[in-house]
């Protein structure tokens, strides 16, 4: 199917629209401390949810983007210095934790220096997989065990940020990061088997092309055309309404048009589409 594309916020996508739905709830945001997650928890301000926890390595980082958010005044945000893949950073995350968060964003990841396979370091090629992978599923593990042991009332969203390079772009010298994220995009199509809807639903997203340091390292900066992350931020926000209920299980570009979707979600259902497949 087709729809528009879009580079830049747009009405239909705005974070506002979501205000009466989103009251009351939390969201926790890993990777919260700048670039795509700072633009991620200022939407999710803007949709008027009651809590931001925000989660990072960087301390200073994640109390810059708290100090941002301090004039959404009906929003409470607190942060904490973790490394997702370390097991006791994460227990003592959730430790802390008195409420469940509605909303899990996975956007934390690493990227590996930009290297031919054969001349790379290979301690630091698999750091990507550590991060992206074994990290994002010890988080959200964590975080789904915490909700369990809480018995909230309604299901919760799980968010993984993901990239274009999973799946649709062969470049050179970035296989440590684009194979950690394909591997990401299928676990996230795999858990979303093992844990039922009514639990929680997963949904994979591509932000765009973001000016990103990460985006910087990958020397592809300028490549493809950019998408203002306020865009990113916004369409992250609406794929946890109840209105993107249908993406559950797929991944999504936030470049795509929400009524596009939305328009087109019967044949999106039906004719499966968004997931991995091997076609012969």
């Excluded at 205000?19 to 945001?29: D, N, Y």
């Excluded at 810059?64 to 945000?77: G, H, M, R």
């Excluded at 993901?162 to 299928?186: C, E, F």
């Excluded at 559950?248 to 004719?271: H, P, Q, T, Y």
């Amino acid at each position: 199917m087709s729809t528009q594309q879009h580079f830049d916020p747009y009405p239909r996508a705005g974070p506002a629209l979501l205000k009466k739905e989103f009251a009351g709830k939390s969201v926790l945001i890993t990777g919260g401390g700048y670039g795509v997650g700072s633009a991620i928890a200022k939407s999710f301000a803007e949709a008027g949810v009651a809590e931001i926890i925000l989660v990072g390595r960087t301390e200073a980082k994640l109390k810059s983007t708290a100090d941002e958010l301090a004039s959404f005044k009906d929003t409470t945000v607190r942060f904490y210095q973790v490394d997702i893949s370390s097991k006791g950073d994460v227990k003592k995350l959730f430790d802390s934790l008195t409420i469940s968060p509605d909303v899990l964003v996975n956007n934390a990841g690493f990227m590996a220096t930009p290297a031919n396979f054969i001349q790379a370091d290979l301690d630091e090629y698999w750091e990507a997989f550590t991060i992206n992978v074994y990290g994002t599923a010890l988080i959200t593990q964590s975080f789904l065990r915490h909700r369990e042991a809480l018995k909230p009332s309604t299901p919760a969203v799980v968010i993984t940020l993901n990239t274009i390079g999973a799946y649709s772009a062969r470049i050179p010298h970035l296989s440590s990061y684009g194979a950690s994220k394909a591997a990401l995009a299928r676990w996230s199509e795999m858990i979303a088997v093992d844990v039922p809807e009514t639990t929680a639903r997963f949904i994979s997203i591509h932000p765009g092309s973001i000016g990103t340091a990460m985006g910087i390292k990958s020397g592809l900066d300028g490549v493809f055309r950019p998408t203002d992350p306020r865009l990113a931020g916004d369409f992250i926000a609406w794929a946890c309404s109840e209105e993107a209920r249908f993406l559950a299980g797929r991944f999504a570009w936030v470049n795509w048009d929400v009524a596009d979707l939305v328009a087109a979600k019967d044949e999106i259902i039906s004719k499966d589409y968004y997931r991995t497949s091997l076609t012969v």
